[in-house]
């Protein structure tokens, strides 16, 4: 089954920090990634640009709505993302504590609903 991680952060304070730090955590990355890839669990993954980066768009009444920013407000902001394969939510659980993300902010576990599935639970 397919799992996302999705990692939060507060991006201010990963902004803030030593150049010392921050090349630890992204060498704490690249080992985690490559304990991914070499398990075959690693599907996708990617670093998201900080949400002053992002934009939201919503339709209301037929028009669309381009709005600044992220919608919501919040302490930790979505950072980027892991796709893995696993046999179980133990397994994709495992990887969430694996993630550095999980030492300093939080590593969301979802499943992917497969479209088979979704539309077979809708009939």
């Given at each position: 089954m397919r799992y996302m991680l999705l990692i939060y952060n507060?991006?201010?304070a990963m902004a803030n920090?030593?150049?010392e730090q921050t090349h630890q955590v992204l060498a704490a990355y690249g080992a985690y990634?490559?304990?991914l890839k070499k398990s075959g669990a690693y599907i996708a993954g990617e670093?998201?640009?900080p949400t002053q980066a992002a934009t939201s768009v919503r339709l209301t009444g037929g028009k669309t709505n381009v709005l600044d920013?992220?919608?919501a407000d919040t302490k930790?902001?979505?950072a980027g993302f892991y796709m893995i394969e696993a046999a179980d939510i133990d397994t994709a659980i495992e990887w969430g504590a694996r993630c550095p993300a999980s030492?300093?902010?939080t590593v969301e576990v979802r499943p992917i609903w497969e479209m088979a599935e979704y539309v077979a639970a809708a009939e």
């Open positions: 507060d991006e201010a920090a030593p150049k990634t490559e304990a670093r998201l640009r920013g992220p919608y930790e902001q979505l030492a300093t902010g």
